[in-house]
Antibody, heavy 121, light 108 residues
Framework: QVQLVESGGGVVQPGRPLRLSCTASGFTFGSHGMHWVRQTPGKGLEWVAHIWHDGSKQSYADSVKGRFTISRDNSKNTLYVQMNSLRGEDTAFYYC??????????????WGRGTLVTVSS | SYVLTQPPSVSVAPGQTATMTCGGDNLSIKTVHWYHQKPGQAPALVIHDNTKRPSGIPERFSVSRSGNTATLSISRVEAGDEADFYCQIWGGGVDRPVFGGGTKLTVL
């Protein structure tokens, strides 16, 4: 079954770190770039970070640059995001998402169900 | 940073055609993708590479372009089409994925 399953969400105090994981199954994980996309409850989608299929390059939204680190372990079919110095505005559902590897490849063709991160004291 | 503009909401009666726009600077030369997100669910792809429908998306979903505006149309709207719809681009001078603010489709 082709799917992405996020884990690691929860309630965390401001300034504290949290690491999210995303386990992929049903497809060749190492053939796809991967994204993290977040969504504040009731709001729109915000792209957070992207990593190339082989992990050789990463890019970040300005809102998280310097605080978040995206990484992957292709041997474990797992994507990560290490989130440091968390702020209230980081409260959101975090989705793991697969970059398409056909066509222009500029789109997401598979989404996880998301994990909720709440930053609160 | 690049901005994609979508109307906040669109309402349509069942059986009618819903249209929702996505606008941006020089959008005519960029590739646009669309997602829908039904209540309580993750987003899902409905159109990629301007006009292509993934398997499972009915022909009722189509996209047209005019100038710097892309328009997603849903013909013969059903109650089950209610969702938030987002347009997205990446590339064509935009170095990171950008989402529009989303349009909430309400079926009356």
């Amino acid at each position: 079954q082709v799917q992405l399953v996020e884990s690691g969400g929860g309630v965390v105090q401001p300034g504290r770190p949290l690491r999210l994981s995303c386990t992929a199954s049903g497809f060749t994980f190492g053939s796809h770039g991967m994204h993290w996309v977040r969504q504040t409850p009731g709001k729109g989608l915000e792209w957070v970070a992207h990593i190339w299929h082989d992990g050789s390059k990463q890019s970040y939204a300005d809102s998280v640059k310097g605080r978040f680190t995206i990484s992957r372990d292709n041997s474990k079919n797992t994507l990560y995001v290490q989130m440091n110095s968390l702020r209230g505005e980081d409260t959101a559902f975090y989705y793991c998402a697969r970059q398409a590897n056909v066509g222009t490849m500029g789109y997401i063709d598979l989404w996880g169900r998301g994990t909720l991160v709440t930053v609160s004291s | 940073s690049y901005v994609l503009t979508q109307p906040p909401s669109v309402s349509v009666a069942p059986g009618q055609t819903a249209t929702m726009t996505c606008g941006g600077d020089n959008l005519s030369i960029k590739t646009v993708h669309w997602y829908h997100q039904k209540p309580g669910q993750a987003p899902a792809l409905v159109i990629h590479d301007n006009t292509k429908r993934p398997s499972g998306i009915p022909e009722r979903f189509s996209v047209s372009r005019s100038g710097n505006t892309a328009t997603l149309s849903i013909s013969r709207v059903e109650a089950g089409d209610e969702a938030d719809f987002y347009c997205q681009i990446w590339g064509g001078g935009v170095d990171r994925p950008v989402f529009g603010g989303g349009t909430k489709l309400t079926v009356l």
